[in-house]
Nanobody
Framework: EVQLVESGGGLVQPGGSLRLSCAAS????????VTWARQAPGKGPEWVAV????????NVADSVKGRFTISRDSAANTIYLQMNNLKPEDTAVYFC?????????WGQGIQVTVSS
């Protein structure tokens, strides 16, 4: 059974940092493109970052550029989202997604709240 499990969320003050993890079982994350997406209350889903399969080319949305970094630990079969200088507008449920042309798997999501 394939599972993606997010962890590392929580409450943080503006300007703080969190590192989200997306740990996989039942698949090898290096074989998939993996994205982080988020959904804030009352808003539609927003793509945040992607790391490509194989070579691991990364990209992040303009709204988080310079603050968020996506990375992969192949030995741990885990994708990370390092989030620095967090802002209240980063408050959302964050999801990881692993996909190919034939498969599409999502984690259950994890809450990130940025508030003083």
């Amino acid at each position: 059974e394939v599972q993606l499990v997010e962890s590392g969320g929580g409450l943080v003050q503006p300007g703080g940092s969190l590192r989200l993890s997306c740990a996989a079982s039942g698949l090898t994350l290096g074989d998939y493109d993996v994205t982080w997406a988020r959904q804030a209350p009352g808003k539609g889903p927003e793509w945040v970052a992607v790391i490509n399969s194989g070579g691991g080319i990364t990209n992040v949305a303009d709204s988080v550029k310079g603050r968020f970094t996506i990375s992969r630990d192949s030995a741990a079969n885990t994708i990370y989202l390092q989030m620095n200088n967090l802002k209240p507008e980063d408050t959302a449920v964050y999801f990881c997604r692993a996909y190919t042309a034939s498969y599409d798997y999502w984690g259950q999501g994890i809450q990130v709240t940025v508030s003083s």
